[in-house]
Nanobody, 123 residues
Framework: QVQLVESGGGLVQAGGSLRLSCAAA????????MGWYRQAPGKERDLVAT???????NYADSVKGRFTISRDNAKNTVYLQMNSLKPEDTAVYYC?????????????????WGQGTQVTVSS
């Protein structure tokens, strides 16, 4: 069993910054990919940024140059530093991880999601 616990969401004015954190806990052999997705009201859940255990990162075009994803592998934690926030960044942000663990089908890679944290950017 693995849990992803997010923190750091909130309300901020346009142009401001927020930092999201997501800590993984449980039976973790290895955290492969970790990342952030977001879902605005009435829209699909979209990728924001991902980071591999080796440090490779990937960003949605809409956040490049403004958001930075980073990982602390020793703490099983991923961060998302969000700068120059815009009203269109308003969404529920979800942490995602591919975890090598002992799941219901035995040892292997399993997908986990956090509970989501609200980010609201006012104009």
């Amino acid at each position: 069993q693995v849990q992803l616990v997010e923190s750091g969401g909130g309300l901020v004015q346009a142009g401001g910054s927020l930092r999201l954190s997501c800590a993984a806990a449980g039976t973790i052999f290895w955290l492969t990919d970790m990342g952030w997705y977001r879902q605005a009201p009435g829209k699909e859940r979209d990728l924001v940024a991902t980071a591999t255990s080796g440090g490779r990162t990937n960003y949605a075009d809409s956040v490049k140059g403004r958001f930075t994803i980073s990982r602390d592998n020793a703490k099983n934690t991923v961060y998302l530093q969000m700068n120059s926030l815009k009203p269109e960044d308003t969404a529920v942000y979800y942490c995602h991880a591919v975890v090598k663990t002992l799941g219901r089908y035995g040892p292997g890679d399993y997908d986990y999601w956090g509970q989501g944290t609200q980010v609201t950017v006012s104009s």
